[in-house]
Nanobody
């Protein structure tokens, strides 16, 4: 069964840090771009960060640049999202998903961001709550 499983969410105070993990089962991540997305209550799902298969191309939404870092360990079949200096607006359910690498590169070149419709094998999500 092809599946992505997110973990690492939780409750954190503003300014705190969390590291999210996205682990794959049933397939290897090596050939895929992996994206992190989030959805806050009442808002549309948005692309937060994405990484190509060999880490040559990474993407961050403007609001997390300088605070979040995406990385991957293909030997562990896992992608990570290190989140520092967390803010109230980072509160959301965070999802990971996979896309063919060529689709990711095409999206970045054409519209400057990952296209949600290119991604599949969505995980169930992990809740991140930033609260004092």
């Amino acid at each position: 069964q092809v599946q992505l499983v997110e973990s690492g969410g939780g409750l954190v105070q503003p300014g705190g840090s969390l590291t999210l993990s996205c682990a794959a089962s049933g397939f290897t991540l090596d050939d895929y771009a992996i994206g992190w997305f989030r959805q806050a209550p009442g808002k549309e799902r948005e692309g937060v960060s994405c990484i190509s298969d060999n880490e040559s191309l990474t993407y961050y939404i403007d609001s997390v640049k300088g605070r979040f870092t995406i990385s991957r360990d293909n030997s562990a079949n896992t992608v990570y999202l290190q989140m520092n200096s967390l803010q109230f607006d980072d509160t959301a359910v965070y999802y990971c998903a996979a896309a063919p690498v060529r689709h990711y590169f095409t999206a970045i070149q054409s519209v400057g961001r990952p296209i949600i419709g290119d991604f599949g094998s969505w995980g169930q999500g992990t809740q991140v709550t930033v609260s004092s």
